[in-house]
Antibody
Framework: QVTLRESGPALVKPTQSLTLTCSFS??????????VSWIRQPPGKALEWLALIDWDDDKYYNTSLKTRLAISKDTSRNQVVLTVTNMDPLDTATYYC???????????????WGQGTLVTVSS | QSVLTQPPSASGTPGQRVTISCSGS????????VSWYQQLPGTAPKLLIYANNQRPSGVPDRFSGSKSDTSASLAISGLQSEDEAEYFC????????????FGGGTKLTVL
């Protein structure tokens, strides 16, 4: 059974950095084709993909936010961490982590999602 | 503004068939697979379709996906009240060292 859970602060101040942790079970990030992504959704708005890390430790970022994002993994603890620097009220959103499957035939897709964690940016 | 374009809303009556479109370009839908997600109010998105037209186990066969050139579609047949949700398409984009794009979402109302 695959599960993912996001954890981190619910409130951050403008200009601070946000660190979110995705703790997962039911799969290994050392298996070929396995990845974890971070995706966010501002209240009432669309999904926005942020970053992806794969089994080979390759990392991909939303080009619009690339200078502010950092993704890493700890395979021994089954965790993926996302850091977002210089937070702004516009970064207020529910942040999801999702298991991402990657393959030549099927491409990339998000087959299991965490419940999400709401992060509010306010002074 | 999303690079993958979806209609903001769609509607249908129970039993009807509805389709939701997702329009992109040669660098995303035109050269990569499309996935679709259903998001019920207050919940996390759920995978409905991957690789253009593949259904994960547990997804009813009322849901189907297709792709042609730079556009994709999600079709829902035998519409049910519980299908009322937001639907998002997604695809990898080959520009700028690779990234994932989501559509802006389509709110489906069952009348």
């Amino acid at each position: 059974q695959v599960t993912l859970r996001e954890s981190g602060p619910a409130l951050v101040k403008p200009t601070q950095s946000l660190t979110l942790t995705c703790s997962f079970s039911g799969f290994s990030l050392t298996t070929t084709g396995m990845c974890v992504s971070w995706i966010r959704q501002p209240p009432g708005k669309a999904l926005e993909w942020l970053a992806l890390i794969d089994w080979d430790d390759d990392k991909y970022y939303n080009t619009s936010l690339k200078t502010r994002l950092a993704i890493s993994k700890d395979t021994s603890r089954n965790q993926v961490v996302l850091t977002v620097t210089n937070m702004d009220p516009l970064d207020t959103a529910t942040y999801y982590c999702a298991r991402t499957l990657s393959g030549y035939t099927y491409g990339y897709y998000f087959d299991h999602w965490g419940q999400g964690t709401l992060v509010t940016v306010s002074s | 503004q999303s690079v993958l374009t979806q209609p903001p809303s769609a509607s249908g009556t129970p039993g009807q068939r509805v389709t939701i479109s997702c329009s992109g370009s040669s660098s995303n839908i035109g050269s990569n697979t499309v996935s679709w997600y259903q998001q019920l109010p207050g919940t996390a998105p759920k995978l409905l379709i991957y690789a253009n037209n593949q259904r994960p186990s547990g997804v009813p066969d009322r849901f189907s996906g297709s792709k042609s050139d730079t556009s994709a579609s999600l079709a829902i047949s035998g519409l049910q009240s519980e299908d009322e949700a937001e639907y998002f398409c997604a695809a990898w984009d080959d520009n700028l060292h690779g990234r994932v794009l989501f559509g802006g979402g389509t709110k489906l109302t069952v009348l």
